[in-house]
C-alpha cells in the first residue's frame, strides 16, 4: 500500500506485508519490524504515527507487536497524491512490477488524521465498532480496479471469527492405511464433521464424486476417521485416541456392525450424508476428505530452490485446480495437476518459462513426500531436462521428511534407529558437507585470532603388556586421540551423543588428518586410520538450519564452532634408559614422544590435552605411577612427551632375596655357638651357607642387565659375601689357636726342640769358658770375673738329657734341683742368661684364647651387620619416599 504525491516522493506513506516482518515508510523513513502476517486467515492491523514526537507502534489483533521512534518529520503528508493498493509506485501512480503485486484480501481500510486510543483499537478488531477514517474512509472512497483485482462482500462476522477449520478433498479410491497417511502428510487428519452444518459442508462437497468414490459398490464413498476398535460403540479419533464430540446421523439404528465393523463412512444416495460403521479392510477404498485446524504451509526443498530460484518455498493448499486441490506459493509459483500432461507442474508466476514437472506411476498419487521433478528450463546450474529429486511436505523448522512425506524430529535422523515408516531416516547419513575447492593434503588454516592451527592430543593408556628391564624396554597399548577445528567443514545433523557422530570411511578419506611420528618407539611407527580407528564430529556450536536448496532438511554446523577428533588403538614398544642403581627399590621414568609431522610448527602445534592411564596400577613387577604429559619442538616439529614412572615392586626380591641372605647371616653367625671343640660342624655349615649366598648372587646378576655401575642389591649381596668370609675367617682363627698343634710328635715342636738343644750347646762352651776364666781369676785371688761389664754368677752346669716328656734342657745347682721322674721344679723353669730369668711357655693348652676369640666375635659380627643395616635401609627408604617426586 503505497502513497506519493510525485515522482521523487513516492515513498511518502507506504506499508508492506512481507513474509519477513511489516515494514512502513514515512516521509521515506523506515520502520522495520518482524510482525508477520498470517496466511489464509484475516488479521487486523492497525499502524500509528506521532506527528510531534515521532513515536511509532504497531497492532496485530488487537495487541501491541512492535514500537519505536523516527526522526521528526519538518513537514507533515502532503495531500492530492495517489493511494494504490497492491502495488508500490516508482513514480506517480506507475511504475509497477509484476513481481511487487499483492496477492489476498484488503478491508477496512482507513486513514485518521489523530491517534486512535487503544480501546478503540480493540473495539474495531473485534468487530464491535466500526469507524471510518477522518482522512480517508473505506465505504465512502470510490476505487478504480485495475488488472485482475476484483471486489467481494464478506459478512463482518466472518471477519472477527476465529478462523473455521479447513477441509480438504481428494477424489481419489485408497485403503485406510493410505487414507490416514495421506491425511497425515498435509498436516491433518481425517475428517470428522463436529456439526450438522459441517456435515452437510463434506456432503455437498463430496456428493458429486459419489459413484466415482463408492467403486460403484454400495452406498459408502467417503471414509470418516472415526474407530471403535477398542470399545465398541466409543467412537475415538484415529491419530489423538480421543473421542469425536458428535455422532452424527446413523443410518437406520446407528452401527450394527459389531466388533467386526470398526470403521466410519458416509453414504451417498438415498442415504445423503448419513453414517455408517464397516470393516478396516484393505479391500475397501474410498475417497477421504481431511480436516486441518488451520491453514497448513507445505515446504518445498531440493537443489532448484536456490536462492535465485523462480520457485518459492512455502506453499498452501488452494482450490481445486484439473480436478485435484491445488498447492499456491506464497509468492510466484504455484503446483497444480496438469490434465494434459497428466502430471504435477510446478510453475512460476515470473517466468512462464521456467517450470518443473513430475509424472506419478498410477492415477491418484500426489506430490508429497520426495519425487523426482525433470526440470522444464535452466536454473540453479542445472540443464533443462535435468531429473532432480525434491520434496514437499509440512514439515518445518527441527523436522525431517521421510520420502513417503512422514515427519520425525531432525534429531532422529540417523539415530541408528528407524523412524520412517519407509526407513529413509537411516539412508545416506552424511555428516560432513566438504565445500568446493577442500584440498586433504593441506591442513585446515588456524581459527580466528591464532597463528597456528591448534591440534589436541590426548592419551589414554590401557595397558603395559610387557616391561622388560633386561632389555630396557616396555610395550604400551593405548588409545591416542586427537581434536581440531576445519573451518573449510560443515556438519550436518551433528547429535549431542557423539557417539553417532561417526564419519564414514568414505569420507574419512576426504578430508585432513594430522600425521604423528612416535619418535622413540621401535620401528617407524606413525598414526594411521586403519581399521579400528574412530573419526567423530564433536557438537560444541549451535546449529543453523540448512537451505531450501539442500535435498534433505538439516541441522548445519560451522567447521570453527565444531570439532573433529579421530581416535586410533595403539600397541607400540618403546626404548627406555632403565636407571638400575637403587635396583630393587628403583622407580624407572621412561616418556612416549610424538611428532606431528604434517607441517612445520609454524603451522601446526600439538596442544597437549590429558594423559589417563586406566589399567591395572600394581602389574606383576611394576607399579604404575602418576603420568604427566608437555610439549615441546623436536626438530622444528611441534612434539608432545609423555612421562610415565614405574615403580618396582620390591616386595618380592624381600622375600627370595634379602630375607634369604638374612637367614643365612644369622645361620653362619649361629656356629659361634656351636661347641668350640667342633670344627668340623661350624666350618661346614659356614661354607655351606657362603655357597647358597653365591649361587643366589649369580642367579639374581644374570636375571639383570649388566651395568658399569653397582646396583643397590649387588651391594647387598657383596656384603653379605663379605660377611660369611669374615665369619669363616674367625671360624678358622679360632680353631688355630684351639687345636694341640706343639705335643711331642708334631714338626713344630720337633723343630722348636733342635733349636733349644742348640742354645744349650751354645750355653754349655759359653760356660765352660766362663769356668776356665774363674779359675785364673781364683789364682789372682779374684773370686769374681766382669766380661763385657755383665757380672756374671758362675755355677756348675749340667747338661740334661731330655726326656719324653721334659722341656727343659738347663738346670742350675746340685742335682737335687734335677727333674729326674718329668716333673719340672720352679729352678728347671729359669735360666741364667744375661742375669734374666727366661719364663716356660706352655704350648700344650690354649682354651682361654680360643672363648675370648669366640666371645667378641659374637659381638662383632651383629655390630657390623646393624651399622650396615641402618645405612643400607636408610638409603633405600629414603629414596622409596620420593619415588613420586
Request: include cysteine.
Amino acid at each position: 500500500m503505497s502513497y506519493a504525491v510525485s515522482d521523487r516522493k513516492d515513498n511518502e506513506l507506504r506499508i508492506d506485508h512481507q513474509v519477513t516482518g511489516l515494514r512502513a515508510a514515512l516521509h521515506s523513513k523506515w520502520v522495520v519490524t518482524t510482525v508477520e502476517t498470517p496466511l489464509g486467515s484475516w488479521s487486523h492491523f492497525c499502524f500509528l504515527y506521532s506527528y510531534l514526537t515521532g513515536q511509532w507502534r504497531v497492532y496485530r489483533d488487537g495487541v501491541l507487536r512492535a514500537h519505536g521512534a523516527l526522526p521528526l518529520s519538518e513537514s507533515p503528508l502532503l495531500g492530492h497524491g495517489v493511494y494504490i493498493l497492491g502495488q508500490e509506485q516508482d513514480q506517480l501512480g506507475g511504475g509497477f512490477q509484476r513481481d511487487q503485486s499483492y496477492s489476498g484480501e484488503i478491508t477496512q481500510l482507513n486513514l485518521w488524521a489523530t491517534e486512535l486510543a487503544n480501546h478503540t483499537i480493540k473495539r474495531v478488531c473485534a468487530c464491535s465498532e466500526d469507524v471510518e477514517g477522518s482522512a480517508l474512509g473505506w465505504s465512502v472512497m470510490e476505487w478504480r480496479l485495475s488488472g485482475q483485482a476484483r471486489t467481494l462482500t464478506r459478512l463482518l462476522p466472518q471477519l472477527c471469527a476465529s478462523a473455521p477449520r479447513a477441509f480438504v478433498y481428494f477424489p481419489h479410491r485408497y485403503p485406510i492405511n493410505q487414507a490416514l497417511h495421506l491425511c497425515q502428510v498435509i498436516g491433518g487428519m481425517i475428517a470428522v464433521p463436529r456439526t450438522q452444518e459441517e456435515n452437510s459442508l463434506v456432503y455437498q462437497s463430496t456428493q458429486s464424486w459419489g459413484q466415482k468414490c463408492s467403486g460403484q459398490v454400495g452406498s459408502s464413498y467417503l471414509w470418516l476417521g472415526a474407530t471403535d476398535a477398542e470399545v465398541e460403540g466409543r467412537w475415538v479419533y484415529w491419530g489423538s485416541r480421543g473421542p469425536i464430540p458428535w455422532q452424527g446421523p446413523w443410518r437406520g439404528q446407528g452401527p450394527n456392525g459389531g466388533v467386526v465393523e470398526n470403521c466410519l463412512v458416509m453414504l451417498y444416495g438415498n442415504d445423503e450424508g448419513e453414517w455408517s460403521d464397516i470393516a478396516c479392510l484393505d479391500s475397501y477404498a474410498f475417497c477421504v476428505a481431511c480436516e486441518m485446524e488451520q491453514q497448513s504451509v507445505m515446504y518445498f526443498k531440493g537443489p532448484a530452490l536456490c536462492p535465485n530460484s523462480p520457485f518459492n518455498v512455502q506453499y498452501v493448499l488452494g482450490e481445486e485446480r484439473g480436478g485435484r486441490p491445488s498447492l499456491t506459493g506464497f509468492l510466484h509459483s504455484d503446483i497444480f495437476w496438469d490434465v494434459k500432461k497428466g502430471a504435477w507442474v510446478l510453475q512460476s508466476l515470473k517466468d512462464e518459462a521456467a517450470m518443473a514437472w513430475w509424472t506419478p506411476k498410477s492415477d491418484g498419487m500426489y506430490p508429497y513426500g520426495t519425487k523426482p521433478w525433470t526440470l522444464g528450463s535452466d536454473l540453479c546450474n542445472m540443464d533443462a531436462g535435468h531429473t532432480v529429486n525434491l520434496t514437499l511436505s509440512v514439515c518445518g523448522s527441527g523436522m525431517f521428511t521421510c520420502r513417503s512425506g512422514s515427519c520425525i524430529g531432525l534429531h532422529q535422523r540417523c539415530d541408528l534407529k528407524v523412524d520412517c515408516p519407509d526407513k529413509s531416516d537411516e539412508v545416506q547419513c552424511t555428516l560432513v558437507d566438504i565445500l568446493p575447492g577442500y584440498s586433504v593434503n593441506i591442513p585446515p588454516p588456524p581459527l580466528a585470532g591464532e597463528s597456528q592451527l591448534s591440534v589436541y592430543f590426548i592419551i589414554n593408556i590401557l595397558s603395559f603388556p610387557s616391561i622388560a628391564t633386561e632389555d630396557l624396554t616396555f610395550v604400551s597399548t593405548m588409545d591416542i586421540t586427537m581434536q581440531w577445528k576445519d573451518t573449510r567443514l560443515r556438519y550436518l545433523n551433528l547429535k549431542e551423543d557423539r557417539t553417532l557422530n561417526v564419519v564414514s570411511d568414505e569420507y574419512v578419506s576426504k578430508i585432513w588428518t594430522p600425521q604423528v611420528f612416535f619418535s622413540n618407539a621401535k620401528g617407524n611407527v606413525f598414526t594411521n586410520l586403519d581399521k579400528g580407528s574412530r573419526v567423530e564430529c564433536i557438537q560444541e556450536g549451535k546449529p543453523v538450519a540448512g537451505g531450501p536448496d539442500l535435498p534433505e532438511e538439516v541441522s548445519m554446523f560451522a567447521g570453527s564452532e565444531n570439532s573433529v577428533q579421530v581416535s586410533q588403538l595403539y600397541s607400540v614398544t618403546y626404548n627406555c634408559d632403565f636407571n638400575l642403581l637403587m635396583f630393587p627399590f628403583d622407580a624407572q621414568a621412561c616418556a612416549l614422544t610424538f611428532r606431528l609431522v604434517s607441517a612445520s610448527a609454524a603451522y601446526l602445534t600439538l596442544v597437549p590435552g590429558h594423559a589417563n592411564y586406566s589399567g591395572q596400577i600394581n602389574l606383576v613387577e611394576y607399579a604404575i605411577g602418576r603420568l604427566s604429559i608437555s610439549s615441546f619442538k623436536d626438530g622444528g616439529f611441534s612434539s608432545v612427551a609423555v612421562q610415565v614412572r614405574f615403580a618396582r615392586r620390591y616386595g618380592f626380591y624381600l622375600l627370595t632375596l634379602y630375607i634369604p641372605t638374612i637367614l643365612l647371616i644369622f645361620i653362619a653367625y649361629a656356629t659361634f655357638f656351636f661347641n668350640p671343640d667342633d670344627f668340623n660342624s661350624r666350618i661346614t655349615v659356614c661354607l655351606t651357607a657362603l655357597l647358597v649366598l653365591a649361587s643366589l648372587y649369580t642367579q639374581t646378576s644374570g636375571s639383570l642387565p649388566k651395568t658399569s655401575y653397582f646396583k643397590l642389591v649387588d651391594v647387598w649381596l657383596f656384603f653379605s659375601i663379605v660377611m660369611m668370609f669374615i665369619i669363616v675367617l674367625l671360624q678358622t682363627l679360632i680353631d688355630f689357636y684351639h687345636q694341640k698343634m706343639f705335643d711331642d710328635n708334631s714338626r713344630v715342636v720337633q723343630y722348636f726342640r733342635k733349636m733349644y738343644t742348640s742354645y744349650c750347646k751354645i750355653m754349655q762352651k759359653f760356660t765352660e769358658e766362663n769356668k776356665l776364666t774363674n779359675e785364673l781369676s781364683d789364682k789372682d785371688s779374684t773370686p769374681k770375673a766382669k766380661s763385657n761389664g755383665i757380672q756374671i754368677e758362675v755355677k756348675s752346669l749340667e747338661i740334661c738329657r731330655s726326656k719324653s716328656r721334659t722341656r727343659s734342657c738347663v738346670s742350675g745347682g746340685g742335682p737335687e734341683a734335677a727333674d729326674t721322674d718329668g716333673v719340672e721344679s720352679e729352678a728347671a723353669r729359669r735360666i741364667p742368661v744375661y742375669g734374666r730369668a727366661v719364663r716356660r711357655i706352655d704350648w700344650t693348652t690354649n682354651q682361654d684364647v680360643n672363648m675370648r676369640l669366640m666371645e667378641k666375635s659374637r659381638v662383632l659380627i651383629p655390630a657390623i651387620f646393624i651399622i650396615f643395616n641402618c645405612t643400607y635401609w636408610g638409603a633405600a627408604l629414603g629414596y622409596v619416599n620420593t619415588i613420586d617426586d
